[in-house]
């Protein structure tokens, strides 16, 4: 499974950009596709998700302003950033996982794309 992460840029405060992530190796159109965000110095957190038939979750701090939306034709996905702000500025992954087996024998199979940094200048 690789995950293709590209899109990032440097921006001023107000300005959009568009990122992708590629997949290949699965099923695309299976698989729930998340973006995940790191700031320089803090954790990890979750920006938005999609399940496999389209529905979407977005993190409070960029409802209204991100918008995620998947192709299965082409296994990419997509997070269109609009009226970034400078605490935006992050390294920006495309996550999935698997789960295989059941019960207590099912295991779960992490899968991220390489980042791609977005930085929001004042």
């Known amino acids: 499974v690789q995950l293709q992460a590209s899109g990032g840029g440097l921006v001023q405060t107000g300005w959009s950009l568009r990122l992708s992530c590629v997949a290949s190796?699965?099923?695309?159109?299976?698989?729930?596709m998340r973006w995940y965000r790191q700031a320089p110095g803090k954790q990890r957190e979750l920006v938005a998700d999609?399940?496999?038939?389209?529905?979407?979750n977005y993190a409070d701090s960029v409802k209204g302003r991100f918008t995620i939306s998947r192709d299965n034709a082409k296994n990419t996905v997509y997070l269109q950033m609009n009226s970034l702000k400078p605490e935006d500025t992050a390294v920006y992954y495309c996550?999935?996982?698997?789960?295989?087996?059941?019960?207590?024998?099912?295991?779960?199979?992490?899968?991220w794309g390489q980042g791609t940094l977005v930085t929001v200048s004042s």
């Open positions: 999609i399940s496999s038939g389209g529905s979407a």
């Open positions: 190796g699965i099923t695309f159109s299976n698989y729930v």
């Open positions: 996550f999935t996982d698997s789960v295989v087996g059941k019960g207590w024998n099912a295991r779960t199979y992490d899968y």
